[in-house]
Each structure stands twice: as C-alpha cells, then as structure tokens.
C-alpha cells in the first residue's frame, strides 16, 4: 500500500488537472476569455470555503498549479482572496524552479537495481576489497563494465564511508584497537603557556584498555631523548604493552622508535591528518585543559610540573579517566 501512495496522488493530480482545462475550455467557449479564467480563479478558491466552512483547507500541489496557470490571463490581484499575492508569486517561481531543475537534468543514469544489490553484497562480503577490485571482478567475471567511481558511490551506502574509497588491507582500526586495547599505550603532547609566557609543553600516555593515565610529564625542551626516558619510565611497569601509539611529530623521531623497539615494543604511528587515530589522548588533552589548565595558570615549569602530579593522583584515586569522566557527567547534571 505504501508503494502505492505515491501513484494514486499523482494520478488524482492529473485527473484534477484534467477536469479544470475541461471546464475551462468549456467556459471560453460561451464569454472572453478572460472573463471565463476569473470566474474559475474564483470558484476554486470558494470551493475551499465550502469544504470546512470556516476556513480553507491547505492547497494542493494541482490548485496551486491550476490558480499560477490561470493568473497568467487576467488581472488577478483584485480576485485572488485565500492567499497573499506574494504567497501566488512564491507557487509560480517554485514551479519555473521545478521546471528548469527538470530541462536541466544530466549526469550519468543509475545502475540497474540488481547490480546495485550486487555490488552492496561484494563490498560486505569482501571488506578488503576497494572500487577497483570490485570493477575489475565485475568486467572479468561478468562482462560488466562499471565506472570504480560508480561502484563507489554504492559501496560508501554499505560500509558508512559517504561514498569514501576504501585501501584496507586488513582489519580496520577500531577492530584492532578493540582487540589489543589492554596492550596498547597512547601518548601525545600538548602546549601550555604559562604566567610568563613561556612555552612549556605537557607529555601524556594513557593506557587504553583501562583508559588510565600511566604517567604525566612536563618539560621546556621536549626532545628525543627526553622522550626516551618517558618511555622507558612507561614500559618499566609490570603489565607487558606490547603497542605505542603516536603522531607523526618530529620530536617522534626514528631514533626514537629504533629505541622503543628495541624494548620489544612495537610502534604505531597514527595516518596524516587522522587525529581520531590517536582519539583518546586528544580527549584525554581536552578534558585536562578544560578541567585544570583554562583555571589554573603555571608560573613555571615547577608550579605546571607539580599540578600535572596532584592531576595525575587525583585520577588515579578516581581509578581511571573514564571514572573521572563519569563524576564530571553526573556533577555537570
């Protein structure tokens, strides 16, 4: 039934259509014509009266299209009651509008709507699979020949991608993260500035399984080996982490890495501009600057040193950054 919705309006549209040019060609034939279209332009406006009595109903895609007609024959201002003029005008642009949208139209026709399904099930089935191995499987296999870019926009309705092209290789990222999130540890930087204007910059590394903050730092001079030694101070815990994840700063420099592995860690480096790669600790920044750091201003790297100490406590009698991100939820209620 609801398929068939749209057909029965459209089919009372054009009956309606129908009757009022046979009325009017009816009417033209016994005065002007003008004449005739005003005596039409008022009738169906009272016809709306009649229909509740006290007020029109709302008026239908085909008298709009019927009243815009017949204003084109007669000075209608004069006649035209149920409506504002600007509301007849605002039907007749809507409609030249519709008109031009429907001579314009282009663009490459749609695929059949089986090779549409077809392609959806190759993508769900075949997550590694990108648009062109899908065309080129199309055109082998079948003797199809189908645009990559067109099996695209199809394949971004399955995988949630807008249409995106996927190059995975393997399994996706939250997958991965999902799987070894006990054994990976998060790390970033971020920049204060203190009562002086100086420039000091903050060092974070958060375990994401548990979202607990492992160790925070603060330093002016945030070099490779300065890095180093925060790692070193990370993986000398019991827990085994197997992962470090950072950006592609250069302070992260290969040495660095070279070192880190050679701890028997292995080293992720986040995607250019992908920060939600690295999402925890960007969250983990943002909750520190707007929690403590927009209030407090350190006079140095001492006074900001010492700050970090009495966070990085308070987290850990609150036993996470995710259990302190519950308190904020439910004293912000």
């Known amino acids: 039934m609801q398929v068939l919705q749209p057909w029965d309006h459209c089919a009372r549209g054009?009956?309606?259509?129908?009757?009022d040019l046979v009325r009017f060609m009816k009417t033209g034939l016994r005065s002007r014509t003008a004449l005739a279209a005003e005596n039409l332009f008022l009738r169906k406006q009272l016809a709306l009266y009649r229909e509740r009595q006290i007020k029109p109903c709302r008026a239908a895609d085909p008298l709009r299209f019927t009243l815009?007609?017949?204003?084109?024959?007669?000075?209608w201002r004069e006649a035209l009651t149920i409506v504002q003029p600007a509301t007849l005008l605002r039907w007749?642009?809507?409609?030249?509008?519709?008109?031009?949208r429907w001579r314009s139209r282009s663009g490459r026709p749609p695929l059949p709507v089986e090779l549409q399904r077809l392609v959806a099930t190759m993508a769900r089935d075949n997550a590694t699979w990108g648009e062109e191995r899908i065309a080129a499987e199309l055109l082998l296999k079948l003797g199809l020949r189908v645009s990559p870019r067109t099996v695209r926009r199809y394949m971004g309705r399955v995988r949630g991608g807008g249409g995106a092209p996927s190059r995975a290789t393997g399994q996706r990222w939250a997958t991965f993260v999902r799987t070894h999130a006990q054994a990976l540890v998060a790390s970033d930087f971020c920049v204060v500035v203190t009562a002086t204007f100086r420039v000091l910059y903050v060092f974070v590394a958060l375990e994401i399984g548990s979202r607990r903050l492992l160790h925070v730092n603060a330093t002016a001079h945030p070099t490779a080996a300065w890095t180093l030694q925060q790692f070193r101070e990370i993986l000398a815990e019991p827990p085994g982490y197997r992962f470090i994840l950072h950006d592609r700063d250069s302070i992260f420099s290969p040495c660095l890495d070279?070192?880190?592995?050679?701890?028997?860690?292995r080293v992720l480096r986040t995607p250019v501009r992908a920060p939600l790669a690295n999402c925890f600790c960007e969250r983990l920044l943002g909750t520190l600057r707007r929690e403590c750091l927009d209030y407090l201003i350190p006079f140095g790297e001492d006074h900001l040193r010492w700050i970090l100490t009495q966070v990085h406590a308070f987290l850990s009698d609150v036993g996470s950054f995710w259990g302190f991100m519950k308190i904020h939820i439910v004293e912000n209620q």
Do not use: D, Q
């Open 68 to 75: 815009v007609l017949l204003a084109r024959w007669f000075a």
């Open 92 to 100: 007749h642009r809507k409609g030249f509008r519709l008109f031009w």
């Open 14 to 19: 054009l009956i309606g259509l129908a009757i």
């Open 258 to 265: 070279a070192a880190v592995t050679a701890m028997g860690v």
